[in-house]
Structures are given as structure tokens and as C-alpha cells.
T-cell receptor, first 114, second 113 residues
């Protein structure tokens, strides 16, 4: 299975602290995407990093990708209570019959306390 | 630009019934994918449509089907509903297949009684 796996499963921090979530996957990818989901709602796209990129920034978000280790990390700096949500990484296949299909991990539940 | 829209947002059905869910992609997007999310199984891929053709199918029984229209709008149908079909059904659209960001809609919450 190509499914990504996030680590940790749950993370609890205080406002203002940084939150780091990790994702590991098994096979070659085109892209890796991070999504946020507030309780029971749709997925909000955060950032896409391509297989030939090593790091991307978007506001308070920093994503790294290490294709040799098949892993990625999402760093949220200066966390806010509004960042409380589940965070998922999603990978896609490089070619073939599974092209375009996203493989999701189980997610990291982030709780940010005021 | 409007995002991905899904209708209805909530649905309650009984076992044995069938249901049709609708997804309107972002304007100009040609690929539409469907995912099922449950607490037990997480996010699982159902199928993907591009240019009105199913390109990919996940490991779901034949009761789950879908289609895409010429305007890229998509529908999915579940026949003979089972209790285990209760889930959040998410639709995602992207410009083309692979290498593009997939944008998700708010989902349809299906409850089967």
C-alpha cells in the first residue's frame, strides 16, 4: 500500500507554540499534499510539495519533503486555537492506473489550548 | 472563483434504499474524485472521473457507481444501502489528472438507518 501515515496521532499544545507533524509513505510519488479538516467538515488544502522540491512555505506553514526517506513534515509556527483540527498528508502515484488517486493517512489530531 | 460544491449536505436513508450525491467541480476543472470517510476506515478512494470516463476505481462493491457529465459535474450513486455506508462522502476536483492540487468540497453526510 502507498498509504501515508501521520505521526503523532494526537498532539496537544498551547497557543504560541510550534506544532510539528510527520508523514511517511511507501512508494514513489509525484506530489505530497497536506490538508486540514475541522470536525466533520470538508478537507481544506494547505500546501502541495512536488517530488523535486525539498521545502515550501505558506504563511505560518512550513513543509519539508525527503524523498530518500519517504517522509514529510508539516510545521505550524505560533499556533492558534483556530488551528485545532485534524491534519492529513496525501500522496499520489507516479503513473499508471492509479494516477490521480490520493492516498491518505489516518491524520494527526492537533489541539491548541488558549 | 467558486469552490467545489456538493449536494445535499446531509441525507438520512434507510437500509435497502438508494441514494444519489452530486458534485460540481471548480470551474475549468476536469477531474473529479470521490472519497468515503469513516471513523473506522479513514479516507478511502472510491473513483475518479476525467472527461466523462471513469479512470480509477477503489476497492468498493458494485453498489457504488458514478458518472461525469460533459460540464464535468459528477454524481455518485449507492444502491441497496447498508448501515456501513454511513459516512462522509467527499468530492474533489483538479484541473487535470495527477500533479495538480485536489480541492475538496464540504462533503455529504449520509446516515443509513
Amino acid at each position: 500500500s502507498q498509504q501515508g501515515e501521520e505521526d503523532p496521532q494526537a498532539l496537544s499544545i498551547q497557543e504560541g507554540e510550534n506544532a510539528t507533524m510527520n508523514c511517511s509513505y511507501k512508494t514513489s510519488i509525484n506530489n505530497l499534499q497536506w490538508y486540514r479538516q475541522n470536525s466533520g467538515r470538508g478537507l481544506v488544502h494547505l500546501i502541495l510539495i512536488r517530488s523535486n522540491e525539498r521545502e515550501k512555505h505558506s504563511g505560518r506553514l512550513r513543509v519539508t519533503l525527503d524523498t530518500s526517506k519517504k517522509s514529510s513534515s508539516l510545521l505550524i509556527t505560533a499556533s492558534r486555537a483556530a488551528d485545532t483540527a485534524s491534519y492529513f498528508c496525501a500522496t499520489d502515484a507516479t503513473r499508471g492506473s492509479t494516477l490521480g488517486r490520493l492516498y491518505f493517512g489516518r491524520g494527526t489530531q492537533l489541539t491548541v489550548w488558549p | 472563483k467558486a469552490g467545489v460544491t456538493q449536494t445535499p449536505r446531509y441525507l438520512i436513508k434507510t437500509r435497502g434504499q438508494q441514494v444519489t450525491l452530486s458534485c460540481s467541480p471548480i470551474s475549468g476543472h476536469r477531474s473529479v474524485s470521490w472519497y468515503q470517510q469513516t471513523p473506522g476506515q479513514g479516507l478511502q478512494f472510491l473513483f475518479e472521473y476525467f472527461s466523462e470516463t471513469q479512470r480509477n476505481k477503489g476497492n468498493f462493491p458494485g453498489r457504488f457507481s458514478g458518472r461525469q457529465f460533459s460540464n464535468s459535474r459528477s454524481e455518485m450513486n449507492v444502491s441497496t444501502l447498508e448501515l456501513g455506508d454511513s459516512a462522509l462522502y467527499l468530492c474533489a476536483s483538479s484541473l487535470y489528472r495527477g500533479r495538480d492540487t485536489q480541492y475538496f468540497g464540504p462533503g455529504t453526510r449520509l446516515t443509513v438507518l
